[in-house]
């Protein structure tokens, strides 16, 4: 019999053209690794690159914004994890993961709408729906979809 476990959810939300979209993360301490976490997604809409462009001026590469983009990234859960206020060395750079996943962790998101993606962003990049975080740990929870809307989706 699995344990009561953790939960985080995020309502009724629009995203609009995100490098990283929304990205949910369960990060516990202690004994979590057997215990459900939960990432839910409910009632959000998320547009894809708008017409603004991402380089102000092209001559100028300081005010220019050329990567990939995703509008979700899949959830991940760790667990015995570092603290949000660090009062030690962390190992570099710090604001990578650096622990092992969580075996209970899954992803449950539900009336998600996604509109206007294109397969690529104006500066011929990737343009995706969804993504995972390369420095995140090496299982990403499965991710279930419950009344997904896609509208004009390359």
């Not at 004994?31 to 690159?49: D, W």
């Amino acid at each position: 019999m699995q344990q009561a476990g953790i939960e985080v959810i995020f309502n009724n939300m629009t995203m609009i053209d995100n490098r990283y979209g929304i990205n949910l993360n369960i990060m516990g301490k202690g004994a979590t690794e057997y215990k459900t976490q939960t990432m839910r997604l409910n009632n959000i809409v998320v547009y894809g690159e708008c017409e603004i462009p991402d380089c102000i001026d092209e001559n100028n590469e300081d005010h220019c914004f050329k990567e990939d983009k995703y509008g979700v990234i899949a959830g991940s859960s760790q667990h015995n994890v570092k603290g949000p206020h660090e009062n030690g060395v962390s190992a570099l750079p710090p604001m990578l993961i650096m622990k092992d996943p969580a075996w209970g962790g899954v992803n449950i998101w539900t009336n998600l709408t996604f509109v206007d993606f294109k397969k690529e962003t104006l500066v011929g990049l990737k343009n995706s729906i969804v993504g995972t975080v390369a420095s995140a740990s090496d299982y990403i929870p499965p991710v279930t979809f419950f009344n997904s809307k896609f509208v004009n989706v390359a």
